[in-house]
């Protein structure tokens, strides 16, 4: 159904040089791609964490003009405890990437993207709310879901689907 | 969601301007969405949207399901359209899985796609008219909802909360004289559509309350996240279906409306044309219905049927092995976007090899087109606001999820 899948940075390099995301991204900042994978039909590129924004302008100008979604996964007790996803769509390739950040738990803290797209504000309060991520840089950050005065963060991992937390 | 009813940088107002507290209970506001109105007469300075009051942890709870058990979940996100719900959760999981899904089954999921389609549209166009005062359509719209909900519970025996789609196919085939009655609804739509049309198209105060309301240009809807119905109407030729098709859209041929009014009028004429061509969709998939089975070859995921349950013992120990412990999907991550009613809506799923999905994030259009809210109603008049909310067709369930 989906195509063959390609792990790890050397892979995808060999097999889509000339993705436009692959080829914006090294002629951008060779360092700045420090891992990827395409599996499913999705292409799926790491970036350190100091560099998300400019690795957002750079995504936006190689074509992929839409922030389509972003979220965290929190994979506890492993490190780095967090993941968040940015789902980048482009309305000229029809294609869609994934940019990946890493975060340990005790930097639980990213630059905001709002400047590149306005849209992220909602979608990075969520992420504030629920996961206890903080942005950097972002106009209005308060809870978006749960009541201002509510202790926690409810999609983490540590934090009980029911009874008492 | 903010508790307290102050607003913290609204607290020194200059001048005239005062805050409005429209909501979280409101008939205009589509649910419980409260927005907080900075005006200045009867001018727009600001609109800030407290969300959340419909949060009920949907997110969270999957992540305690199996697999199976979300599709239930995802019903009550969108009400308005549940199979498109359904249909999205399933195709992200069937490609974790890489599942082959039988020509039948996708046919049939596009076809009951679209009517939910309708669905949602009849009840945006009932409401929007209602808002703004034209109260009889209301009950034209709800008239043949009715018989799409009739159509839903004929397939899956619930009206609204349907979860008729499963990971691998549909839950059931249709009964016999399904598609006769889904013909026999589409085979008068057409007039009805024309019919509200009549209604509203030429009536002079509707036109004046929609015509040059809520501007949003296309680079605005973009860098806000506006998909769907709003996006086209600002004139960006995207659409899910015909761009990056899933369950067979590739197959079919239609139309999609753009307009450059960029307007809450564009916004109207484009969802009425969609509704034109979601007919022209649902007779081509009556048309051209493959036959075969509507459930995938996978008896390690996909439920048996009743009949071999009770006459084969490995269909038996595989229904018992599927209900108690769910069926494990393989490690990885996916996203599997779709244009549903509202717009663009995508399920991104996490799996680490277990039964239980590790994460499900649904992106829903709603959420992102609420930000542009504001942009649209800036500098017009309090009273457009409530046309401009009717135009992007919000509903709060999927926005608080």
């Not at chain 2, 001048?15 to 419980?32: D, E, K, Y």
């Not at chain 2, 761009?243 to 009425?272: N, Q």
Request: net charge negative.
């Amino acid at each position: 159904m989906t195509s063959t899948a390609h792990i790890g940075r050397q892979a995808v390099l060999d097999a889509l040089p000339d993705h436009p995301a692959v080829k914006a991204i090294l002629s951008w900042n060779d360092a700045a791609l420090t891992d990827a994978r395409f599996e499913f039909g999705e292409l799926t590129l790491t970036v350190p964490r100091e560099v998300i924004r400019t690795a957002s302008e750079t995504m936006r100008q190689a074509g992929f003009n839409f922030f389509e979604d972003m979220t965290a996964v929190d994979w506890y007790p492993a490190t780095p405890r967090f993941q968040l996803s940015y789902h980048l769509l482009s309305h000229s390739f029809k294609e869609r990437i994934r940019l990946r950040v890493l975060l340990g738990e005790a930097e639980a803290a990213i630059d905001s993207i709002t400047s590149v797209w306005p849209a992220a504000n909602f979608y990075e309060r969520e992420v504030f709310d629920l996961f206890g991520i903080h942005f950097d840089g972002h106009p209005d950050l308060r809870r978006i879901m749960m009541p201002d005065d509510w202790k926690g963060h409810p999609l983490r991992k540590d934090y009980p689907v029911e009874g008492l937390r | 969601m903010a508790t307290a009813a102050e607003t913290p940088e609204m607290t020194n107002l200059g001048g005239q301007h005062m805050v409005l507290n429209m909501g979280p209970q409101h008939p205009a506001t589509h649910g419980v969405l409260r927005l907080v109105v900075e005006i200045d007469g009867e001018i727009i300075v600001k609109i800030r949207p407290e969300i959340g009051y419909l949060h009920t942890g949907i997110e969270k709870t999957c992540e305690a399901k199996f697999y199976q058990q979300v599709i239930p979940m995802t019903d009550r996100i969108n009400y308005l359209d549940p199979l498109s719900n359904n249909l999205c959760y399933c195709l992200a999981v069937e490609k974790l899985l890489g599942l082959e899904i039988p020509e039948r089954a996708q046919w049939i999921r596009v076809l009951l796609t679209e009517l939910s389609r309708l669905n949602s549209h009849l009840i945006w166009l009932g409401t929007h008219a209602m808002d703004i005062g034209a109260l009889t359509v209301f009950l034209y719209t709800f008239r043949e909802r009715e018989e799409i909900l009739r159509l839903f519970e004929a397939v899956a025996g619930q009206r609204m909360m349907t979860s008729y789609f499963r990971i691998g196919g549909l839950s059931m085939e249709p009964p016999l004289d399904y598609f006769d009655r889904v013909q026999a609804f589409i085979k008068t739509f057409p007039e009805k559509i024309d019919e509200y049309s009549n209604l509203l198209t030429g009536n002079p105060i509707f036109i004046n309350r929609l015509k040059g309301v809520g501007i949003l240009s296309a680079e605005d809807a973009i860098a806000l996240g506006v998909t769907g119905p709003p996006l086209r109407a600002s004139g960006v030729d995207i659409d899910l279906r015909r761009d990056m098709p899933y369950s067979s859209y590739e197959k079919f041929d239609f139309k999609v409306p753009i307009s450059h009014g960029c307007d809450t009028w564009a916004r109207y004429e484009v969802r009425l044309i969609e509704m034109r061509e979601s007919v022209k969709i649902i007779q081509q998939a009556l048309d051209g219905m493959p036959g075969g089975p509507v459930k995938a070859d996978a008896p390690k995921i996909v439920l048996p049927d009743r009949e071999k349950m009770k006459t084969q013992m490995e269909a038996l120990i595989h229904h018992f092995k599927i209900v108690t412990e769910g069926f494990a999907v393989p490690a990885g991550e996916v996203y599997q976007g779709m244009e549903c009613g509202h717009g663009q809506m995508g399920y991104y799923v996490v799996s680490d090899g277990t039964a239980k999905p590790y994460r499900v994030h649904m992106r829903y259009p709603s959420f992102a087109t609420l930000q542009a809210l504001e942009v649209m109603c800036k500098g017009r008049l309090i009273a457009d606001l409530v046309a401009v909310i009717g135009s992007i067709d919000i509903v709060l369930g999927e926005i608080d999820r």
